[in-house]
């Protein structure tokens, strides 16, 4: 009866390990059951029928049915965490585009400039990955026909990734409730064969995220200190994405897009070794998109210079 | 000569002013209090599901507003949560058995033991206040920022109201602990207790670790909600995923302070019904420590999608997985005790056995759950919804009133009418399959919980669901009916009209005010000395 479809690589994988826990489970509830039937019928009140003598084998019977559920258990177990270490590490070819949540929409912004309220295309057999944050509450991006569901916080990035394998036009639901129209946030994915989305990149480009990012860049003034012939003594920021910071406290981090997002709201949580924490937190004054395309100028920084490292 | 004339008044006859009741110290009419108290919330909470059966019959919101349906499933989760589930069992079975079970007169505090039942009193008057001005629309869950910073509701009243009633759950827990170490009869030793006296031993232990989590996390809440205090909000510099962890560090501990109980329940039952000690005495009583304490470790599965690390998805995956062994152990033993037995079919051995069917439904979709990479895509949606409502309602609403049902005679002194109450039973089993097992289909294809309004093509599902909803809401009622009949007419029940073994059936029924009228003992034979046939 099952109506929903297997469109992603995830999909099939799981669909068997979920009908595989079917099937053992009604091995389980049907074991029992008729356990249960032939005991209720056999030893009934007003029966004659033996009933004198005591298990002597207790505690070898216990010892089977603690230890062999448990060897099951630990088996589903491995298998579940195979699939979930997959699902938690995207490729690195993977095409990202990032999403706002607010009560109660969806924003999506491709790397190309291209913006979208509540519908999100993408190609069948390229890897995605989302890279969310929410601007006021706890949403989540919840894609049944792609078996893949992420929360998205305010404060922080989250992702989650998929290979789409069947075009079509699939629901997306806001999973984790949001207030009165939480039922409403809902949006469509779209997917297309590649070359139906290099079409609809190239119609729907606008100035390309990074590009309003650097526009973004000038007009909040970051250039004025952190430009390399500025007089203030703050971080190159030129190839900064994805090198490790020493941080004063003598931690070490990767300047990933938490970082970065993390770097504009709040500079003093993780202040670079060797700078005084004297940068203004923009957290009020900037919105969770602008920061995405800030975010997005700034892993091309340099690139032209310092091709050294890749773009996840 | 007549001995009944000597024999002290029965605790229901000493006294009949209304001041006799709310100023007793009786752990039996303090039981009494709990279950009307709890009853009245049972039926509140159960016209707010009804409701939400109504507007889900379509997938149009046409029944009520967004903001009217997101209320009206809050205050269905806290009133059945902390109003009915949690207190149920330990605060009306509990408080009457416990004492007689291990043969004292009372419990260790009995001022303490009506204390509680005033403070469970005066947080459900907060509740309803609540409820009168307006209600709350942030989930039983008040996952923040949303609660804090966000809902325009009456969050902090239900906050008040809930961290009032944790002060019941704490102080009786204290209780009991107190009572089973000190107040065992001469020869009640340990593994003697009834696996009942175990289960409420274990979940006290829980309720008094875990709650004071419980009222720390809502003070925050208030905090920051009053104060604008940055604990869990990060425009405040806060952390909502803290928020998360301190919620289920006792929530997760509470689905046990639940389902614990009523697994001592259905021990009792199922062995008093097939005349024969339980299988496996000592693994029962394992198996339910063993459930109190991993109880504790498992918090993070219900955070698997919330942006928690992949390596904490994967030591809380096994650890819940873990958890899961002792319940199967004891599924295994109830039906090993069946073997050789004497197995009469009253009402309470239906609502034993349909105890076991839905709860091994419940924990096996859980198993589902537990598995981190399966949970990505059914957490959040109704497969969710119905798993913890076949071990909630499934599980501890059916071995409540299996219970209720096999010590009415000893509570009251009255028989009531089998054949209405196992129809009851048979009704409430189908009702509640029909009800949710829909659910998880509708969870499985991906209808996403908590929504007033949803795509068409879950319409027929929730149509079988609304409909056994019904037939569930009717075979709840019933009940009131034959037992209110069975306090007039029904048959004198005499002490152990069950020919069941426990010191609680040793003594009249209904029992004196102390009720024993000399100090029972106890030998060798244990809990359940059933002689073989």
């Avoid at chain 1, 806001?174 to 939480?182: I, L, P, S, V």
């Avoid at chain 2, 056994?468 to 029904?490: E, K, T």
Wanted: with cysteine.
């Amino acid at each position: 009866m099952s109506f929903l479809p297997r469109a992603s690589t995830f999909a099939g994988h799981l669909d068997a390990m979920f009908y595989t826990m079917v099937g053992l489970s009604a091995v389980v509830v049907l074991g029992v059951f008729i356990t249960m039937l032939v005991f209720a019928v056999r030893f009934r009140r007003g029966r004659h029928v033996d009933r004198s003598g005591e298990s002597h084998r207790e505690m070898g019977i216990e010892l089977a049915w603690t230890l062999v559920p448990f060897a099951l258990f630990v088996g589903i177990f491995a298998w579940s965490i195979v699939l979930w270490v997959d699902m938690r590490t995207p490729p690195s070819d993977a095409a990202t585009v990032y999403v706002v949540g607010k009560q109660w929409m969806w924003e999506f912004e491709h790397p190309g400039g291209q913006r979208e309220i509540d519908t999100l295309h993408v190609a069948s057999g390229q890897p995605v990955r989302l890279v969310m944050t929410s601007q006021d509450v706890i949403h989540d991006v919840f894609v049944p026909a792609f078996r893949v569901k992420q929360d998205v916080l305010p404060g922080r990035y989250t992702d989650l990734w998929f290979i789409p394998t069947r075009t079509g036009t699939y629901d997306l639901f806001c999973a984790e409730f949001c207030g009165t129209d939480h039922s409403r946030m809902r949006g469509t994915v779209v997917v297309e064969t590649p070359a139906d989305h290099a079409r609809w990149l190239a119609t729907h480009a606008s100035a390309s995220l990074a590009a309003r990012g650097k526009l973004l860049f000038t007009r909040f003034g970051c250039a004025g200190c952190h430009d390399p012939v500025s007089a203030v003594h703050a971080p190159r920021l030129d190839g900064l994405y994805g090198s490790t910071v020493p941080l004063a406290d003598g931690r070490q981090v990767v300047a990933d897009e938490r970082y970065l997002h993390d770097a504009i709201v709040l500079p003093a949580s993780e202040v670079a070794a060797g700078y005084e924490p004297v940068m203004p937190s923009y957290k009020d004054r900037i919105g969770e998109s602008d920061i995405l395309a800030l975010v997005a100028y700034l892993k091309i920084r340099g690139q032209d210079r310092e091709t050294s490292h890749e773009p996840r | 000569m007549n001995l009944a004339e000597h024999a002290p008044p029965s605790y229901l006859a000493d006294g009949v002013t209304l001041r006799s009741w709310l100023f007793t110290h009786d752990h039996k009419r303090i039981a009494i209090l709990y279950a009307l108290a709890i009853t009245f919330f049972f039926f509140l909470g159960g016209v707010a599901a009804a409701l939400m059966r109504l507007e889900l019959a379509t997938p149009a919101g046409d029944v009520m507003s967004a903001e009217t349906y997101n209320k009206t499933f809050t205050f269905h989760g806290v009133v059945m949560v902390w109003f009915f589930l949690i207190p149920s069992i330990p605060n009306t079975l509990g408080n009457f058995l416990l004492p007689l079970m291990i043969g004292a007169r009372d419990v260790a505090f009995p001022r303490l033991n009506l204390f509680s039942w005033y403070l469970y009193m005066a947080g459900g008057l907060f509740t309803i206040a609540c409820l009168l001005l307006g209600g709350v629309d942030t989930g039983w869950t008040f996952y923040t920022p949303f609660s804090t910073m966000f809902s325009n509701s009456h969050v902090l009243l239900t906050v008040v109201g809930v961290f009032i009633v944790g002060f019941s759950s704490i102080l009786t827990g204290l209780n009991f602990i107190v009572t089973i170490h000190t107040m065992r009869t001469e020869g009640m030793t340990w593994f003697r207790l009834p696996l009942f006296v175990w289960s409420m031993y274990g979940v006290s232990l829980v309720m008094m670790l875990a709650t004071p989590v419980l009222a720390m996390t809502l003070a925050l809440i208030a905090a920051e909600r009053l104060f604008g205090v940055g604990i869990f909000d990060p425009a405040l510099g806060g952390d909502p995923l803290l928020f998360q962890h301190f919620f289920w560090f006792y929530s997760h501990p509470a689905v046990y302070i639940m389902v614990l109980p009523s697994m001592g329940v259905v021990s009792e039952l199922i062995t008093a019904s097939v005349r024969r000690r339980i299988f496996g005495y000592r693994f029962m009583v394992y198996s339910i420590i063993g459930i109190a304490v991993v109880g504790f470790l498992v918090w993070g599965h219900h955070m698997f999608v919330a942006g928690q690390s992949m390596y904490a998805g994967i030591v809380f995956s096994i650890l819940s997985f873990v958890v899961a062994v002792p319940s199967a152990v004891k599924v295994f033993n109830w039906t090993a005790t069946l073997y050789k037995g004497d197995i009469a079919f009253g009402a309470p051995m239906i609502y034993a056995l349909g105890f076991v069917g839905l709860f091994m439904l419940g924990g096996l979709t859980g198993l589902f759950l537990a598995a981190v990479a399966l949970d990505v895509n059914l957490t959040d949606t109704y497969f969710v919804v119905a798993h913890f409502h076949y071990i909630m309602v499934g599980g501890a609403v059916m071995a409540y009133l299996g219970g209720i049902h096999f010590w009415w005679p000893k509570i009251t002194g009255r028989i009531y009418s089998e054949a209405w109450a196992r129809f009851a039973a048979i009704l409430m089993f189908l009702g509640f399959n029909l009800t949710f097992f829909p659910q998880f289909l509708a969870g499985a294809e991906g209808m996403p919980r908590r929504y007033h309004e949803y795509p068409a093509e879950f319409g027929l599902l929730n149509v079988l669901s609304s409909a056994g909803s019904v037939l569930l809401a009717s075979a709840y009622l019933l009940p009131i009916g034959y037992f209110l009949w069975s306090l007039r007419h029904g048959e004198r029940a005499g002490p152990d009209p069950w020919g069941a073994k426990g010191l609680e059936w040793e003594t009249d029924s209904p029992p004196p005010t102390h009720n024993f009228t000399r100090p029972p003992q106890v030998d060798e034979n244990g809990p359940y000395a059933y002689a073989p046939p």
